[in-house]
């Protein structure tokens, strides 16, 4: 990690937004294995059908494996199958299932929000220190785990973090509490502001600075409110934690990766985890239910639209401009001419006429935390909704995917279990699989058509296609690699096939929202045309290689149709003697001499004729092209 610069401009927060109570993060992170020794493991595909089929009997099971069926896949397949056009392993749709078995009260689900006193942001070269009110540097959340597979093999580990949802405090039905060493807890409730959740997206933004680093916003899993700094963790030492826990199994419930992804042998016996990295957090899902923040989304989309269009595209609802109006009031009322504390001022830019509530809100949607300092044109960027529907607005960034909804319904219905809106996270989770997987495409053609013609000291210039190029140029080479290179190439192709073009996912959702909404996120991260140039890249590329392929096979061609002429010759030169010889052992005898040669030159003459009518014929046909 760099070492931190001065602060050009100090800062405290003032939040537009401050009762977010029903707010959920999903982090995802990666996994990947190796056999023990640390090297990579042979890789493999899921046949989620099969396994979806096999879980879905363990239902009618006994003892551990039906438990197992009732607390890690049944909470989350009866949201999803309602939704979807088929089980696990339908047109791409990956097995989902929760990490533990634990109740939504337990202790282990028990994790603080631990905020510093002060954070600062690098924005346009100026670093900008924000000092944290108080009240809101601790927030407690539940740990609400879960595990995404996919027919390529690949396995993501979802760590959402959520606020209180109602039942959490409930056992579920035929449960006692003396049941279950792990203790409950009680939830204790702190709404968040927008500061809150911008520092959270920008663990996603820039994993590399921040998501190993406890000191710049920290987790802590003490059942009361932290008081102990050394047992903080960054956001990668608490996924890593919970992880070995779960590996460890000491649990009395089941988890996901004893009783689902090693009993169905997705993860084999030898294998072991590699521990998590920066590299690891691929992505970040937020979900925010507000009527207050749709609000705000449907009025800074219609802002700036023609009034017909406005008008029209009006989400079938009117957000209460009290409700909005109060948020501005308040705002103004602490922060308005809020003096100069310690040298520092209220977040605002006094010289940006905007409203308070549209620029927090392009800040939300982007993940920026200068969102004081937006310019009309930033604002109209950065609040283009990927999606919009009459209750929820979607909007996404290359590193995250938000959506802000009212009264939402499977949100609140879901949270207890999985923490979220199920529909969200699948949305989530496969647009993120398609894009890893068009990003490993990307990779391999990369590989193609620059690896091999790589050189200087840094390797950072090439001479594209190289390997084609030198089959091209030594094409009438009678020996070389040309075969070997041939068949590196197609060996790579074979893999690209394999483990990327046919792992895309297809029509998952039943329903238009869900649909829609799903294409929406694909189509604004170009998920699509990153596949369909990809596709074309390498349908260009099998040409280019097939013709090499042709032209050295048409030298080889003429090469032995040059060694065959030879023997013809050879052949022809020898019939008059055989015709002799055989002649002779009829008793025919007095053969001039002169017959033999005359016979030979004019069969010779007459191969020669032959091959050079047909050599001119060539000659001609290709010069007409």
């Known amino acids: 990690m760099a070492e931190a610069r001065p602060p050009d401009r100090l800062?405290?927060?003032?939040?537009?937004?401050?009762?977010?109570?029903?707010?959920?993060?999903?982090?995802?992170?990666?996994?990947?294995?190796?056999?023990?020794?640390?090297?990579?493991?042979?890789?493999?595909?899921?046949?989620?059908?099969?396994?979806?089929?096999?879980?879905?009997?363990?239902?009618?099971?006994?003892?551990?494996?039906?438990?197992?069926?009732?607390?890690?896949?049944?909470?989350?397949?009866?949201?999803?199958?309602d939704v979807t056009m088929?089980?696990?392993?339908?047109?791409g749709r990956p097995a989902l299932f929760a990490a533990s078995g634990a109740r939504p009260n337990a202790r282990s689900r028990s994790v603080w929000l631990c905020r510093p006193e002060t954070w600062q942001y690098e924005y346009e070269n100026e670093v900008s220190e924000l000092a944290v009110e108080p009240a809101q540097r601790f927030h407690h959340f539940r740990l609400r785990d879960s595990f995404a597979a996919f027919e390529s093999g690949r396995i993501f580990y979802l760590l959402t973090l959520t606020q209180q949802a109602p039942g959490d405090e409930a056992t579920r039905k035929g449960e006692s509490e003396q049941a279950d060493p792990d203790m409950?807890?009680?939830?204790?409730?702190?709404?968040?502001?927008?500061?809150?959740v911008l520092q959270l997206q920008q663990l996603a933004l820039d994993p590399d600075e921040y998501a190993d680093d406890a000191t710049y916003l920290a987790f802590c899993r003490?059942?009361?409110?932290?008081?102990?700094?050394?047992?903080?963790?960054?956001?990668?030492?608490?996924?890593?934690?919970?992880?070995?826990?779960?590996?460890?199994?000491?649990?009395?419930?089941?988890?996901?990766?004893?009783?689902?992804?090693?009993?169905?042998?997705?993860?084999?016996?030898?294998?072991?985890?590699?521990?998590?990295?920066?590299?690891s957090l691929q992505r970040l899902a937020v979900g925010i239910e507000s009527d207050t923040l749709l609000g705000t989304a449907d009025r800074v989309n219609r802002k700036f639209l023609p009034p017909d269009q406005a008008a029209?595209?009006?989400?079938?609802?009117?957000?209460?401009?009290?409700?909005?109006?109060?948020?501005?009031?308040?705002?103004?009322?602490?922060?308005?001419?809020?003096?100069?504390?310690?040298?520092?001022?209220?977040?605002?830019?006094?010289?940006?006429?905007?409203?308070?509530d549209f620029l927090v809100f392009a800040g939300l949607a982007q993940g920026i935390p200068d969102f004081p300092y937006q310019d009309e044109s930033e604002v109209h960027d950065s609040t283009r909704p990927a999606f919009m529907s009459v209750e929820s607005a979607i909007y996404t960034h290359p590193r995250f995917v938000l959506e802000v909804a009212k009264s939402w319904r499977s949100f609140n219905t879901a949270r207890p279990a999985i923490g979220t809106c199920p529909y969200l996270l699948l949305?989530?989770?496969?647009?993120?699989?398609?894009?890893?997987?068009?990003?490993?495409?990307?990779?391999?053609?990369?590989?193609?058509?620059?690896?091999?013609?790589?050189?200087?000291?840094?390797?950072?210039?090439?001479?594209?296609?190289?390997?084609?190029r030198s089959i091209l140029i030594h094409a009438k080479a009678m020996f070389g690699e040309q075969e070997a290179i041939l068949q590196a190439n197609l060996h790579q192709r074979l893999e690209l096939f394999r483990w990327s073009s046919v792992h895309r996912s297809g029509n998952i959702f039943r329903y238009p929202k869900e649909r829609g909404a799903l294409e929406a996120i694909q189509k604004a991260m170009a998920t699509g045309t990153r596949f369909d140039r990809a596709h074309n890249t390498i349908d260009r590329m099998e040409s280019l290689v097939e013709d090499v392929a042709n032209l050295k096979s048409a030298y080889a061609s003429r090469r032995t149709n040059g060694l065959l002429l030879v023997l013809a010759i050879v052949g022809v030169i020898g019939i008059p003697k055989s015709v002799k010889e055989f002649l002779e052992t009829l008793g025919v005898t007095g053969i001039h001499k002169g017959w033999f040669t005359a016979t030979s030159v004019l069969l010779l003459g007459a191969l020669l004729w032959w091959f050079l009518s047909h050599w001119r014929r060539g000659r001609r046909a290709t010069r007409s092209r």
């Open 11 to 81: 800062f405290f927060e003032a939040p537009a937004f401050r009762d977010l109570d029903a707010a959920a993060f999903t982090f995802a992170f990666e996994l990947s294995y190796h056999d023990g020794s640390g090297q990579p493991i042979e890789r493999s595909a899921f046949r989620l059908r099969e396994i979806s089929d096999a879980m879905s009997r363990s239902r009618g099971g006994e003892g551990r494996e039906r438990e197992a069926f009732a607390t890690l896949v049944q909470p989350i397949r009866s949201f999803l199958d």
């Open 222 to 279: 003490d059942r009361e409110s932290p008081v102990d700094t050394t047992r903080f963790l960054s956001l990668i030492q608490l996924a890593e934690q919970r992880l070995q826990e779960l590996e460890a199994n000491n649990a009395a419930r089941p988890n996901g990766i004893a009783d689902v992804m090693r009993a169905r042998d997705m993860i084999a016996d030898d294998c072991r985890r590699r521990p998590l990295t920066a590299d």
């Open 86 to 91: 088929g089980p696990a392993g339908t047109n």
């Open 427 to 468: 949305m989530f989770v496969v647009s993120l699989h398609d894009e890893l997987v068009v990003a490993e495409m990307e990779r391999v053609i990369d590989d193609l058509i620059y690896r091999p013609g790589a050189h200087g000291a840094q390797r950072t210039r090439s001479y594209p296609m190289s390997d084609v």
């Open 184 to 196: 409950a807890c009680d939830t204790q409730r702190a709404p968040i502001d927008e500061y809150t």
């Open 312 to 356: 029209a595209s009006r989400m079938g609802w009117i957000a209460r401009g009290k409700e909005i109006e109060d948020v501005k009031g308040r705002w103004e009322a602490t922060f308005g001419n809020a003096p100069s504390t310690g040298g520092r001022r209220a977040h605002d830019n006094p010289d940006n006429s905007f409203d308070r």
